[in-house]
């Protein structure tokens, strides 16, 4: 049967196989702007056009586009010119990670001007993760934010992206848009049991279905014992896992890997194999699994580094400052109350995932070297996944090379080692090269969640709203492995409460294993949920003293040059280097003073308004490293290498700023190579807010020493006193009245043997603080539970803003992903542990409808520690979201909401129980 299709003005004439969509077909003919989002018609991220129309091409079938036109975002651009939507994409920055953005681009390219006019109905079958909308929505409107500044004037200023024309045109290349010869795929088989003893595997059938290669179980992985979770130090997690174990703990955890010729072969291959399991006895609330006769989940010794695994405590700490008693008896007031928050996913919109392959370098001397194996990972922290690997396997680091291409989201998710342990040891098992791809529903059980925390908190105080007494009692449930699960614990109860004045204080937090899907890293770290806890108990304290919200947390908050104390300890290398958490609370009282939203509350619903604040340290304790290399190139033009991952949050710019400051040029003279484990020593990663405070200083010492370096040399070369003016300009070095090339500069060191390249490097110490607020204004209807925002606004001490566009986008996208995780984002569980939510349609994330503008307030601050003055702000825009909503909810209720996220059912409910519904 003859077949032809034409794509972007090319002819194909291969007939697609039975079934296959039209995503696939594209793919394997190398257009891999169309992305893999969900493959269930819900994110839009495989938009294409066919004739002209988007389409999902995830649910359309390839052999339906036989004879039609199909435009993907590879083909929107004419004769070398943009289309005018990829050319306002760039001018508004509409993008982040930019997985997202070929999907948007195909929906917005074919919009008319009616469609135009109702963007929320126009693009709700396009969803993004990272921006917020805001971006998205100025960009389909033509509205320009990015500058041009002169050399040497970067710093500060709206750049965009240096990957933008890639992210438009589709031809930035994410994880899997590779092609690799002779390539194997990987499908996993996953437990149906949330607590089991595997008896017996009978691989033979799989074994053969044609085109299947290998069949892994737990007798073919090592015993060694790890943790999924990357940290610059792995002692800060319990090692509680094995690559394939005996013994299953959560219903979706890997019990077997098979690697065949396709992924339909892989998929046949799990189907066939037959296990006999030993059920065990589960549990899936945290409390009860520290009771005593609880089933034990990892019965392990110390050397593990579990708490009490008898109880099933991962880790807990606990403290005492002062004296809570006492401070609580001397309150006119005392207030507690029990808050919960649940599992929320990540949402990133490319998956977890690698492909790994071998290869032997060529050395300096045009020799090829010895085989190592390459991982090509999505991944934020590519040296310590390479650390992990080399671990495991007892292989040395020079066999082993880690690189990450653009990744496409990553919010924490991927602080993980998730595929790249059983793709390699199938890879060196079969000598060839494999790929593991996870599909959405396994990002959901197969992947890590938020932390659910139940967090109870105590406030005493005086009438005059002075604090006496702060008391936490914290239960994180980690899952049913310990991966992050003690340092979220850790970190959940230390800017929380440091942020208050009290002289007496005390903290009991368990970080608890339970026969759920496991936990992970994610943004913000723990802090939110205990925020959301802390911030409505302030407010609801405050109600009750008959005290201003606002006021009573300016009474007691932390000043200038104050130590964050507490009853675990002062970390010594925590420093309020800069202080804008005043000016964040004037951004609250200006928002009050001048707001009108409350007129655009329909008729009957109750209006409220809500506030609240938060801090965060710029960067994780304990140290985390970052080396960075500049470079002066033959051609006049300079080289950045540094470690850190690029996934939107806009490390990439920043870097290129502070290097065109210090050299005095332009950022698009300067190339820079990243997250690849052969561009420099070494990189924590990209997690911690670390991106712009630790790699960024790194880079910052290097473009100094090397501009230092430049100028030293030119005024030997040119017999110039170095205390004469010299100054370095974008392309050449002006030198008392004559101006000589960079291109000259090179050649001349090179003659001279003399190297221009530096080296910078930054431990992660000292740290600074970042602090931030956030207030609403909202309405409710009390026939039905609706809430509308009304007014958004957010105060941000991100110290010097580098980039005043990228640095309101991660707050605006921090914003939104706080108010999916406020109103309706949650991962369910049935009453064995199995996710019931494992699909986007039944998740729900943001869509474009569903998010409000957000005004966004910089504070005017410089930071002692920070590169150039600036702070970190990735993480914390998340944090004040949650009791912000929940504190504006209870001013237009009368309602204290303890339990996220707030459902409209939850909201009628608690209405009409009080009579309030009508």
């Not at 794509?7 to 194909?12: E, I, L, P, T």
């Not at 092609?179 to 595997?201: F, N, T, Y």
């Not at 989201?409 to 098992?429: C, H, R, Y």
């Not at 802090?527 to 006021?551: C, H, K, W, Y």
Request: proline share 5%; with cysteine; charged share 25%.
């Amino acid at each position: 049967m003859s077949f032809g299709i034409r794509v972007n003005g090319q002819d194909f004439d291969t007939a697609p196989r039975p079934g296959q969509c039209l995503r696939t077909y594209l793919r394997e003919r190398g257009w891999f702007g169309v992305k893999k989002g969900c493959d269930a018609g819900d994110c839009g991220a495989c938009t294409v056009q066919v004739d002209g129309a988007p389409v999902h091409s995830c649910l359309y079938p390839a052999v339906r586009a036989e004879g039609r036109s199909v435009t993907t975002v590879e083909g929107l651009a004419r004769d070398g010119e943009l289309h005018p939507v990829q050319q306002q994409f760039l001018d508004a920055q509409g993008f982040q990670c930019g997985f997202c953005t070929a999907g948007f681009l195909m929906t917005a390219s074919a919009l008319d001007d009616e469609q135009r006019a109702d963007l929320p109905r126009a693009l709700k079958g396009n969803l993004c993760r990272c921006t917020g909308y805001r971006a998205i929505e100025d960009a389909v409107c033509g509205v320009r934010h990015t500058e041009e500044p002169a050399a040497g004037q970067a710093v500060g200023r709206s750049l965009g992206a240096p990957a933008g024309p890639l992210v438009v045109t589709g031809t930035a290349r994410y994880t899997f848009d590779v092609e690799v010869e002779g390539l194997l795929h990987m499908k996993l088989l996953r437990s149906p049991h949330p607590h089991a003893r595997i008896v017996s595997i009978d691989t033979t059938a799989a074994l053969r279905v044609p085109g299947v290669h290998a069949v892994l179980t737990h007798h073919d992985a090592p015993s060694k014992l790890y943790s999924s979770a990357r940290h610059e130090h792995p002692t800060e997690d319990p090692d509680d896992t094995r690559v394939l174990d005996d013994v299953v703990r959560f219903v979706g955890q890997r019990v077997a890997a098979v690697v065949a010729d396709s992924e339909g072969a892989a998929e046949e291959g799990c189907r066939r194999i037959v296990v006999e399991y030993e059920q065990l006895p589960y549990v899936l609330d945290p409390e009860e699994a520290m009771l005593p006769g609880a089933p034990v989940i990892h019965p392990k010794g110390p050397e593990t580094r579990i708490a009490r695994a008898e109880n099933n405590v991962c880790g807990e700490a606990h403290g005492e400052m002062g004296d809570v008693e006492r401070g609580f008896a001397e309150a006119d007031l005392v207030h507690e109350e029990t808050f919960r928050t649940q599992r929320v996913q990540h949402g990133s919109l490319e998956t977890h995932g690698c492909v790994v392959w071998f290869e032997r370098p060529v050395g300096e001397d045009g020799k090829a070297g010895e085989e190592r194996i390459v991982v090509r990972s999505s991944t934020q922290v590519p040296f310590l996944t390479r650390r992990a690997l080399c671990d495991l396997y007892d292989l040395p680091m020079e066999r082993v090379r880690v690189v990450t291409g653009r990744v496409g989201g990553g919010f924490g998710g991927k602080q993980e080692m998730l595929t790249e342990d059983i793709a390699v040891l199938a890879a060196m098992k079969l000598h060839r090269p494999v790929k593991l791809e996870f599909t959405r529903p396994e990002q959901f059980y197969g992947a890590t969640t938020r932390h659910p925390f139940r967090i109870t908190v105590k406030l005493g105080a005086k009438s005059d709203g002075t604090l006496t007494a702060v008391q936490f009692r914290v239960v994180a449930n980690t899952g049913a492995y310990g991966n992050h699960g003690p340092a979220v614990m850790f970190h959940s109860v230390g800017e929380s409460m440091g942020i208050y004045r009290a002289p007496h204080k005390k903290v009991d937090a368990y970080s608890v294993y339970t026969n759920g899907v496991p936990a992970g890293a994610f943004r913000g770290y723990g802090l939110g949920q205990v925020t959301f806890a802390v911030e409505s108990a302030m407010d609801e304290l405050a109600r009750r003293l008959g005290i201003d919200p606002l006021v009573l947390r300016e009474r007691n908050i932390i000043g200038p040059g104050e130590h964050m104390d507490g009853p675990l300890g002062e970390e010594e290398d925590l420093h309020i280097a800069s202080y804008g958490l005043d000016q964040c609370l004037q951004v609250v009282r200006n928002a009050l003073a001048d707001d009108t939203s409350a007129e655009l509350a329909p008729e009957g619903w109750l209006v409220g308004q809500g506030f609240a604040m938060s801090a965060i340290a710029c960067g994780p304790p304990g140290g985390h490293i970052a080396d960075a290399t500049v470079s002066l190139l033959a051609d006049g033009t300079y080289d950045i290498a540094v470690g850190t991952a690029e996934f939107g949050n806009g490390t990439t710019t920043v870097h290129k700023q502070i290097t065109a400051g210090a050299l005095g040029t332009t950022v698009d003279r300067i190339a820079i190579r990243q997250s690849d484990t052969d561009v420099v020593k070494h990189d924590t990663g990209a997690f911690g807010s670390a991106g712009t405070v630790v790699a960024g200083k790194a880079v910052m010492k290097a473009a100094d020493a090397l501009a230092e370096r430049i100028l030293s040399f030119t005024a030997e070369y040119a017999r110039t006193p170095r205390s004469s003016q010299l100054r370095l300009s974008a392309d050449a070095v002006e030198c008392d009245g004559r101006t000589v090339p960079l291109k000259e500069v090179f050649e001349a060191a090179q003659s001279s043997g003399v190297e221009l390249s530096a080296d910078g490097h930054f431990g992660g110490s000292p740290r600074s603080i970042a602090f931030n607020s956030q207030w609403f204004r909202i309405a409710v209807d009390p026939g039905t539970g609706e809430i509308r925002i009304l007014r958004s606004v957010h105060g941000a001490d991100a110290g010097r803003v580098m980039n005043p566009l990228q640095c309101r986008g991660q707050v605006e996208g921090g914003v939104a992903q706080a108010l999916g995780a406020t109103l309706f984002e949650q991962i369910l569980l049935d009453d064995r542990g199995e996710v019931t939510t494992a699909a986007f349609r039944r998740y729900r994330l943001p869509a474009y409808a569903d998010v409000p503008r957000t005004e966004v307030h910089f504070s005017e601050t410089s930071d002692a520690i920070g590169p150039l003055g600036a702070k970190s702000m990735s993480e914390s825009p998340f944090n004040p979201v949650p009791p912000a909503f929940a504190n504006a909810l209870r001013d237009a209720t009368g309602i204290r909401f303890t339990e996220a996220p707030f459902l409209r059912d939850t909201v009628w409910a608690a209405l009409h129980e009080r009579g309030l519904d009508r």
